[in-house]
Structure formats: structure tokens, C-alpha cells
């Protein structure tokens, strides 16, 4: 298996860049998730991982060989297609053989990589069956094991859940997980879901309009985001944020809020006279009758154990995950206490994440 390491790829189509200079390392074994809206760039940038798209300028290095400009035939990497593309008239045995054969390789070889691969998917009872009466979960598996038989040194799949309903959708991403596990293959997976990113990878890479907004395990992009843009993009409901003008010297551990002195990580750099953005995840806040900094309840969202409170404040609206046993009633004013150590402080022109105490080495080039 490989590692795969991505420096400062660009990729223009005429005068539209679609990425502009990513930087990013996929481990060897990992799975590795491509994350952003529509339109931000994740398919191109793996398409050029694929050899199905050459870049305008930069680096792909797998296992440390410079691949950006070789063919895409030469670069021993498995693009698991639309996970449906099955050859119908044959049955799944010649399906999974099908990529060996044209490799020449020799019969009994084909045969026990073939038992192999459908031992491991769990699909040996259907290997004498036509592809055209399959459930659609066995389709998926025998669309996989066509790209696992080869044994390529990564897997590549683009949005490979998307076409599937919600339930059968989390049983094929934790089976894909799961397989992920035993075999331990380099996978680069793009998705527009963060849920899908948050539950299944490794690492993630979040980008927008061509650019990488932050490269990181699920759990750093989630407690210590970038950037705004990838606080509001993860979670649900995103990260709040409470906006104000202020000046801060370098060891600052407050803000001044409406009147109210609120507790922050220590601010590891200057903000002079900036826009700033106060963000706080909704679980991070807590209603309590004596809080100073206060809050209008404009609407309450009933979720069996827990209960999101919308609440209108002076810096902005604020969306706080609550026990659903404890009391919010709508039109009254509550005061809002937020967890010290989870605050992130962002500089609302840029939109980037000002380095405090917690965030300070989070962040991977
Ligand atoms: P989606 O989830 O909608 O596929 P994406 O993040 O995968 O989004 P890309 O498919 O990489 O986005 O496309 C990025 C941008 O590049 C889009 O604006 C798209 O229209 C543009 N683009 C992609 N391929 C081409 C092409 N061959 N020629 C011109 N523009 C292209």
C-alpha cells in the first residue's frame, strides 16, 4: 500500500481554478476523506490522484515517485467508479476475474485471488449468479471486490453512498469501514456529507472554491477549526457565532462582550481593532437563570434526549444543545454560560481561527 503525498497541486480549465495550490499527506493505509460543497474541487483534485485529469502545476508523490504526470494506467491505483457499473452479462466469479484477466494473469491464480476477494467481502455464496438479480447491497460488494482483486497500492472512490437511501447507506459505510479495517488499503473518499467524513475517516481534508481549508483527523477539524468557514460546514447545528469589535494583546484571557467579561483561551497573538468572531459549539453552551451574558429563547427543537434552543443575543443568534428535561420557555431571557477550554476566536475579515492556547499546533499545513 501506499502513501500519497499532494504539494501545492493547482488545476485550471482555461481561466477557472478549480484548486489552487493544496498541499496535504495521506498515510499509507489510511482512509482518507476529501470533504467541501459542491463545486469546491473534491472530485478534480482526486481525479488528478487518478491520472484521470493532469494538473496545471505541482506534485502527486506516491510511495515517494513523482506520479502527477504519468497515465493513469501506470499508476497502479484503483478508482472505485459509480460502485453500480457491473458487466451484465456476466456473472460476479467472471465480474471479479474480469480485471485479472486482462492483466494475463494465469487461471488458477485468478481463481484463488478471486475465492480470496469474495471471502473477504462475504460474498462467496453468490459467486455463480448473475450480477442483473442482485440486491443492491451485493452489487456495491461485488463492484469493490472488482477493484480490490487487483490489489492496487489506493482505493479512490467519488461520493460512492450518495445514490443510496439513508438506512442502507450507514450499513454499506460501516461495512466499508469495517473492510477498511482488514485490509488496511490507502482510500482517498470524497463526500459533501461531514457526517459521512466525521463517522468514517481517518483524516479529512476540508476545501472550499478550490482551496484547502484545513487538513486533520475528524477531531481536531471539529474542536479547533481553521476557519470559519470549517466551523460552520461541521457539525450540527454548526458552530455558533457571537461577533463584536475589539483590540487584544497577546496573553489575553477575556473578551469583553455587551457589557459582560467572558472567559477565553489565552490569546496567543495580537488583534488590533478587528471585527471578532466569539465560536461556540452548540453543546458548549449552557442556560442558567444567573449567567451575565443573557439571551432571548426564540424557539425550542424537541430531539428525545437532548433539545436545541435557539436564542436571540445581542452579538448574534445563538443554537444551544440542552438536556431535554431542562426548562426553556420561548419569549423569556436566560443567561448563557460557554465551556472555557472549547471557545475559538476567529478574525471575522479573513475568517481565519486566531491562535490561542488550545489551538495552537493544531492546525497541519
Ligand atoms: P461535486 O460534488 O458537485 O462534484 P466537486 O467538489 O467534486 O463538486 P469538481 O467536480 O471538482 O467539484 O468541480 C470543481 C469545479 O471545476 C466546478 O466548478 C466544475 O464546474 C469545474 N470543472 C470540473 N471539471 C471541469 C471541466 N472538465 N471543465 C471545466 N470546468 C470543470
Known amino acids: 500500500m501506499a502513501e500519497i503525498v499532494i504539494r ?196 479529512i481534508v476540508v476545501m472550499n472554491h478550490g482551496v484547502v481549508e484545513q487538513f486533520g483527523t475528524p477531531q481536531e477539524i471539529y474542536d479547533h477549526p481553521a476557519t470559519m468557514f470549517v466551523a460552520d460546514f461541521i457539525g450540527s447545528p454548526p458552530m455558533n457565532f457571537l461577533r463584536f469589535t475589539g483590540t487584544f494583546e497577546r496573553g489575553a484571557t477575556s473578551v469583553h462582550l455587551s457589557g459582560v467579561d467572558i472567559a477565553v483561551p489565552e490569546l496567543r497573538q495580537e488583534a488590533a481593532g478587528r471585527e471578532i468572531a466569539l465560536g461556540v459549539r452548540p453543546e458548549h453552551v449552557r442556560l442558567s437563570d444567573g449567567g451575565a451574558y443573557r439571551g432571548c429563547v426564540d424557539a425550542t427543537e424537541y430531539l428525545g434526549t437532548t433539545q436545541i434552543v435557539t436564542l436571540q443575543c445581542d452579538n448574534g443568534t445563538v443554537k444551544a444543545r440542552i438536556p431535554a428535561s431542562q426548562h426553556a420557555i420561548i419569549g423569556e431571557t436566560v443567561g448563557l454560560e460557554f465551556s472555557t477550554a472549547t471557545l475559538s476566536l476567529f478574525d471575522a475579515g479573513s475568517g481565519r481561527a486566531l491562535v490561542t492556547a488550545a489551538n495552537e499546533g493544531a492546525f497541519r499545513g
Not at 33 to 43: A, E, H, R
Not at 114 to 134: F, M, T, Y
Open 8 to 203: 501545492n497541486l493547482r488545476k485550471e480549465f482555461g481561466s477557472f481554478v478549480a484548486v489552487r495550490e493544496s498541499s496535504f499527506t495521506i498515510g499509507d493505509g489510511e482512509f482518507f476523506m476529501l470533504l467541501g460543497p459542491s463545486g469546491c474541487g473534491k472530485t478534480t483534485t482526486l481525479r488528478m490522484i487518478a491520472g484521470l485529469e493532469l494538473p496545471t502545476a505541482g506534485d502527486i508523490l506516491l510511495d515517494g515517485e513523482n506520479v502527477a504526470q504519468v497515465p493513469a494506467s501506470r499508476r497502479d491505483i484503483a478508482f472505485v467508479f459509480q460502485m453500480f457499473a457491473l458487466y451484465p452479462h456476466m456473472n460476479v466469479r467472471q465480474n471479479l476475474a474480469y480485471p485479472l484477466k486482462n492483466q494475463g494473469m494465469a487461471r488458477a491464480d485468478i481463481r484463488r485471488r478471486v475465492d480470496e476477494v469474495a471471502r473477504i467481502l462475504g460474498i462467496v455464496s453468490i459467486l455463480d449468479s448473475g450480477v442483473g438479480r442482485l440486491s443492491g447491497g451485493d452489487r456495491q460488494r461485488v463492484a469493490l471486490g472488482r477493484a480490490i482483486v487487483r490489489e492496487p497500492k489506493a482505493f479512490l472512490m467519488d461520493e460512492p453512498l450518495g445514490a443510496l437511501d439513508a438506512e442502507f447507506r450507514e450499513h454499506m459505510a460501516e461495512e466499508l469501514r469495517a473492510l477498511h479495517n482488514r485490509m488496511n488499503a490507502t482510500t482517498v473518499y470524497v463526500t459533501h456529507d461531514q457526517l459521512e467524513a466525521m463517522q468514517m475517516g481517518d483524516k
